[in-house]
């Protein structure tokens, strides 16, 4: 199982939390220590730390903090998109009752949705894909703000982002062109039928006046518009 352990806290003040049966007992506590050595203040931020085999990731937004520990081995990408998920369903859930809750005061509900979110993005790949597509631009963002360091030191994870960059830009650019040909379609079109329209109204006009003027050639009217017997 990929994540083994998650918590979600005001400050440091845990209000939920759940661990996996296999787990390492003092999760909890590692959890506490990292929680205390966050820096102060309400600011956002995300970060990792490895301690042995396993990495506790962290998420703090709008004063609440999530966190979860999973096997090294574990692509970081999936706890990160799991801890956003708990955090949008836990705020979703308590509102504002989550800023003067005791401890452990969502520990009974909250801890079933945690063990639920844990296996299924441990083990449901479906999971993962679901909220790529919902916050795309979102991860890049955690991976470049946590990893900046290991970025540096890697030129491969450096040109995997440069990569990227230019797939979105390039991305852009294709629909800017797509724009501008579909409206230079659009108006080509519109002219067409505005030019249809006209000639279709230019014949009918034609056809009335040749029947009331006594021929194709509106013999009748011509000679009463010029006084000819």
């Given at each position: ?8 806290a005001?400050?440091?003040t845990?209000?939920a ?6 787990t390492?007992?003092?999760a909890?506590?590692i ?7 966050l820096p ?11 301690q ?15 966190l979860?520990m ?22 979703k859930t ?6 003067s ?12 949705v ?13 999971a993962d894909?679901l909220?790529?597509?919902k ?19 890697r030129?491969d ?8 960059a230019?797939t979105?830009q ?5 629909f ?8 230079s ?8 039928l505005t030019g249809?329209l006209?000639l279709?109204?230019?014949i ?10 006594d ?15």
């Open positions: 199982m990929g994540i083994l352990y998650g918590m979600v005001r400050g440091q845990v209000l939390e759940f661990s996996c049966p296999t390492i007992t003092n909890g506590a959890s506490r220590q990292i929680l205390e050595k102060s203040g309400n600011a956002d931020s995300n970060a990792s730390f490895s042995g085999r396993h990495i506790f990731h962290v998420m703090r937004t709008d004063s609440l903090t999530v979860c999973a096997d090294d081995a574990f692509e970081r990408r999936i706890p990160f998109s799991f801890l956003q998920e708990i955090h949008q369903r836990f705020e308590y509102g504002r009752a989550i800023l809750a005791a401890p452990y005061a969502m520990n009974d509900d909250f801890s079933r945690l063990s639920q979110e844990m296996e299924r993005y441990s083990t449901d790949p479906d894909r909220n790529r597509l916050g795309e631009m979102s991860q890049v963002k955690i991976v470049m703000i946590n990893n900046i360091e290991k970025v540096l030191e030129g994870r450096l040109a995997l982002l440069v990569e990227k230019s979105l390039g991305n852009t650019l294709g800017k062109r797509q724009s501008r040909r579909l409206r379609t659009m108006w080509w079109g519109n002219f067409k249809a006209l279709i109204l230019v009918i006009i034609y056809i009335v006046l040749a029947f009331l003027c021929g194709l050639l509106m013999h009748s009217c011509i000679s009463q518009s010029f006084g000819f017997n």
